[in-house]
C-alpha cells in the first residue's frame, strides 16, 4: 500500500501520455488500459486501488464499466468526463462513483482528487471522530460543531446534512445520496429542501455566505465539503 | 396507314358543359388506347368574340389532356362535324346536346340527327348533361302530372261551361289559356302540348254552338284556339328558360361569393389548423357537409380540424393511389366515392397537398350541380395549404443562410482567436524541446505561457460548444427551485479559485425567494457578466445585486469601465459583436451565451448606462410556477 496502485482506463493516447508520467512522477504505480475489456480485465488481476474510468470508451460504455467494477470492487473510481456532461456525472455518482474529473484538467486538480479519493472512506469515524479545517472544528463522537472556538447551534437536520458531507470526505455527493441519506428514502424530489439546509450551513459556518470556501457547489451534480481550502 | 388506330372526337363549343364532353372524350379515349381531337366548329360570322375566347379555353385544357387540337370552318355545326369526322377517319364523335334550342327544333333537326341522316362510319354519342340540372325533374312528367293535367282541364271546362258564350270564343278562351299556362309552368312542356289539342277538341265539341256537331263546321274558331294555345305555351316556355337561366346565375353569383368568402379566409390562415377550421367551416354552411383535412402520416391519417372523422378510412398507401387514378380520367379532382363521404384530392401547383374529406350530413349526397364548386373550394384549399409549404420552406432557405453566413462569421472571427494561442503553446514547447539549456526561470516561463494559453483555447472551446448547444436547442434548460444565493457562490468560487480574490460587492436581501433556475447555466451567466465587467474595467469594483419584484427576480452586475457607445447597448448580445476598440480579449460570444440562456429561462437581459459611469447589465427571470412549500423547521 506504500505505492498504491493507479489504473488508467481511457482511449484517447495523449491523455494517457500525459497521466502516465504525471502519476508515475508522484510515487503511484501505474497502469493503463485503451478499451474497456482490457480495463476490465486488468483491474480483474491486478486489483488496482484506484480507477480513472473515461466515460467515452470505444467498446463499451464507461458508464457499464463502472457498474461491473462495482459487482466485485469497491475501489475508488474516479470518472473522467467531457465539460457539460452533468447528467453522465451525477448516473456515474449514483452508481458508486467516487469523484469526477472534467475535462480538460490540470495535474494539480487531478492529484488533489485522486488523494482525496484515496484516503479510506471510513477513515472519518473509525480513526479520528474530529475533523478540522478553516477555522472549522466537527467532533462527530459529540456531535459538537465550532467555528472560530466557539461553538456552533446546529438544528437536528442541518447537523445530519453536515455529517453525511463529513463522511465523504472531500469528494462530491450528489443531491439524491444526500436527500437519500439525509431525509431517508423517498426525500429524492426535494432538492430544494437540500439547497436551502444547504444555504442555512453556509450562513453558520462560511465567513461570506456568497463565496462559500467549505461547502461548494457542484452546479447540477452536488456539493463537496472542502476543509482543506486555506492551501489554494 | 390502315393500321393506325382511329381516334375520338370530340365536338368544343363554349358552353360551360364542355370540361364534361372533354373529360368524357378524355376518358373514351384512354379506354380504346387511341389519341382523341378535340375539334372547334367556326361558324363564319355568327359566333360571338367571347365565345371564340372561350372554346380557346377549352382547347387548351383538351389539349393538356393530350388531345390533338382541330378548328374547322363551316356554314353549320353538322357540316363542319362531319368533314372533320371524315378528314380524321374518327371512330365516335363526342357531342353535347344543346340546351338552347327551341322545342321543337329538338326534334328532328338537332345536329346529331343532321349528322346521323349524314350516314357518317363513326358512332355518334351525345352527352346528355340536362340530367340533375335544376327545374328538369323527371318526376313532374309522371302519372301524377297526366292526372293533374285531366283535372285542370276538366275543371276548365266546367268554369266554361258555365261561361255566357253563345258562339263568342273570346270568353272562354282566357280560362283554356290559363290552364295551359298553368300546366306548362307546373308539370312540362309535352303535357302543355297535349293539354292544348285536348282543350281544343274539348272547345270545338263540348263548347262551340252548336254542341256535338262536327268539327269541320267551327274550322276557323278550332284554328284560332289552337294557335293561341300553342303561342301561350311557347310563351310560359320561354319563361320558363329565362327563369332557369336566372336560377343559374343566382346560384353562380352564390357561388362566386361564396368562393371569394373562402379564398378571403383561407388567406388568413397561418397554420394547416387554421387552414383546415376554415375549411371546415365554410365547406359546412356552403354544402351542409362536416369536412376533414387528412394528410398522410406514415401508415395513419392526421386528420383536421380534430376530432378526425368516425370513417374508417384505408391507409394512405391504399387510398392515394385510387386518387391518383382519378388523374388519368381526366380530373384529378374527380370526387372518389367511399361509402357515404367523398374523398377529393388537395392539388396543389406541383404535388398533392393532402385529402379533402367531405361527409354529407344528411342522408343524401351534395347534388351533382354543386361538385364544381366543392373542386373549385378543393382547388383554393390546396393552395392555402401550398402557399403554407412555400413560406415555410422559404423561411428554411432563409434560416439555412443565415446559418451559413453565421458559420462563415463563425470561421473568421474564430480562426484567428484558436490560432494565436495554439502559436504560442507550439512555440513555448519548441523552444523547450531545443538542445540546450535554458535557464529554469525561462523554462517555467515558457511552461506557464502553455497552460495560460491551453485554457484559454479551452475556454474558448467551451463558448463555442455552449452557443452551438444553446442555439440548437440541444441543450435543454432544467428549472429547479433554489436560492439565488448559491449561484452567485458557485459563480463567484469558481473565478476566485482561478484568478484570486475579485473585487465583487455582493448584495442579496435575506428575502429574496427561491428561483426556478437552471444552477449550471446560470452559473455560466453570471461568470460571462462577471468576466465581462472585469475585463472591461480591469481592477474596478464590480457590484452585484438582486432584488425582488411579484413574479419575477432581478440581478444586476454594474462595472465602472468606459461604459457601452449607446448605438451597441443592444448589439453587445449579438453573436461576435465586439465593441469598435475594444482589443484582444473575448470573441463577442460571452454575451451571446448569457442572452441564449436567459431568454431560455423565459428571462430577458438588457444592458444600460449606470448612473455616475460604467454600465450595468440587468437579468431578470420570472417565477414561473409555485414554489415549492419551505420544509418543516425551516426559518
Known sequence: MNQPLILIIEDEESLRRFLVPTLSGQRYQVLSAATAAEGLAMARS?????????????????????????????????????????????????????????????????????????????????????????????????????????????????????EALVRRNGKVATHSQLLSEVWGPGGEGNTHYLRIYMAMLR???????????????????????????RED | MAAAPRPVLVALGSEARALRLIQAGFRLAQERSVPWIAVHVELGGVDLAEDGEQAEVWLQEAQRLGAEIRIVQAPTLAQGLSEAVRSSRAQALLIGRSRDRWPWARVGHSTANELLRRGLDARIEVLDDRRGSPGSDPARTGFGAMVGTLAVLAACTGVAWLVPREGNISLVLPVYLA????????????????????????????????????????????LFFLAMLFAAQAVVGLLHRLRQQAREVERREVHTASLYLLGRALGRGRTPEEVATTAAEHLRRVFKVEAHLLFPEGSSWRALPSPGPLLDLPPPEALLPRLDAGERLGDPLEPLPLGRAHCLSLLGTDRSEGVLLVQPRESSAPPPETWELLKAFAVQIALALERLRWLEEARKAQLENETERMRSTLLGAIGHDLRTPLAAIHGAAGSLLLPGDLPPATQRDLLTMIQDESERLAHLLGNLLDLTRLESG??????????????????????????????????????????????????????NLLTNAQRHAPGKDIELRAWGEPGWVHLEVADRGPGIPAPFLDRIFDKFFRLPGAGEGGVGMGLAICRAIVLAHGGSVHAEHRPGGGSRFRVALPLDGTAPAPPEGSP
Do not use: C
Not at chain 1, 457498474?67 to 447528467?87: D, F
Not at chain 1, 462560511?206 to 447540477?220: C, L
Not at chain 2, 302543355?192 to 274550322?219: G, I, K
Open chain 1, 46 to 162: 491486478h486489483n488496482p486501488d484506484l480507477v480513472l474510468l473515461d466515460l467515452g470508451l470505444p467498446d463499451r460504455d464507461g458508464m457499464a464499466v463502472l457498474k461491473e467494477l462495482r459487482t466485485w470492487s469497491r475501489k475508488p473510481v474516479v470518472i473522467l468526463s467531457a465539460r457539460n456532461q452533468e447528467r453522465d456525472k451525477v448516473r456515474a455518482l449514483d452508481q458508486g462513483a467516487d469523484d469526477y474529473l472534467a475535462k480538460p484538467f490540470g495535474a494539480a486538480e487531478l492529484l488533489a482528487r485522486i488523494r482525496v479519493a484515496l484516503r479510506h472512506i471510513l477513515q472519518a469515524d473509525l480513526a479520528d471522530p474530529v475533523v478540522h479545517g478553516g477555522g472549522i472544528r466537527i467532533d462527530l463522537e459529540q456531535r459538537e460543531v465550532r467555528l472560530e472556538g466557539r461553538p456552533v447551534k446546529l438544528t437536528g437536520l442541518e447537523y445530519r446534512l453536515l
Open chain 1, 203 to 229: 450562513k453558520k459556518l462560511e465567513a461570506d455566505p456568497t463565496r462559500p470556501r467549505h461547502f461548494i457547489t457542484e452546479p447540477s451534480v452536488g456539493y463537496r465539503l472542502n476543509l482543506d481550502a
Open chain 2, 179 to 222: 290552364a295551359v299556362t298553368f300546366i306548362a309552368h307546373h308539370w312540362s312542356q309535352g303535357l302543355a302540348v297535349l293539354a292544348s289539342v285536348m282543350s281544343a277538341l274539348l272547345y270545338s265539341f263540348l263548347l262551340e254552338t252548336p254542341r256535338f256537331s262536327q268539327v269541320d263546321a267551327h274550322w276557323p274558331n278550332l
Open chain 2, 474 to 527: 440541444a441543450l435543454q434548460v432544467q428549472k429547479e427551485w433554489q436560492p439565488l444565493e448559491e449561484v452567485v457562490g458557485s459563480a463567484l468560487g469558481r473565478l476566485e479559485r482561478r484568478q484570486g480574490p475579485l473585487p465583487v460587492h455582493v448584495d442579496l436581501p435575506e428575502s429574496l425567494p427561491l428561483v426556478p433556475l437552471d444552477a449550471a447555466l446560470m452559473e455560466q451567466v453570471l461568470v
